[in-house]
């Protein structure tokens, strides 16, 4: 084959690809969580919440989410760079669940930054 063919066809395969993959992913949906006590550990949640108070620990960043209702809810990041989070920010944060020392918390996989309240 020639180039030019070999190269129409990969950016062809290459772009059905991403359309597969977004319609793949737009039909994953994962259901905001109102209490940490009733998830089974290692499941994949969603937590939204004001961000109650944040501290640093080396490369770890411990949040503490305070939902709709009274409630506290631990997360935990593992930072690759610097985290911009303050008290008072509206996140919505995507992970899995962990029991430590007899306590479920979540380990934080992605962050997303909705506003401050």
């Not at 062809?12 to 949906?29: N, Q, R, T």
């Not at 961000?51 to 709709?68: H, M, R, T, W, Y």
């Not at 303050?86 to 020392?101: K, S």
């Amino acid at each position: 084959m020639e180039e030019k063919t070999l190269l129409k066809v990969s950016l062809i395969v290459g772009l059905l690809g991403l359309v597969a993959l977004y319609f793949i992913s737009s039909g994953i949906d994962l259901e905001s969580i109102k209490s940490i006590g009733d998830i089974d550990e290692e499941e994949e949640v969603k937590l939204s919440g004001r961000v109650g108070k944040v501290s640093e620990n080396g490369a770890v960043v411990f949040l503490e989410i305070l939902n709709e209702k009274i409630e506290e809810t631990k997360v935990v990041l593992f930072k690759d760079g610097g985290i911009d989070l303050i008290e008072g920010d509206y996140v919505e944060i995507l992970g899995t669940v962990e029991v430590y020392e007899g306590e479920k918390e979540i380990i934080g996989n992605k962050v997303i930054k909705k506003g401050f309240i």
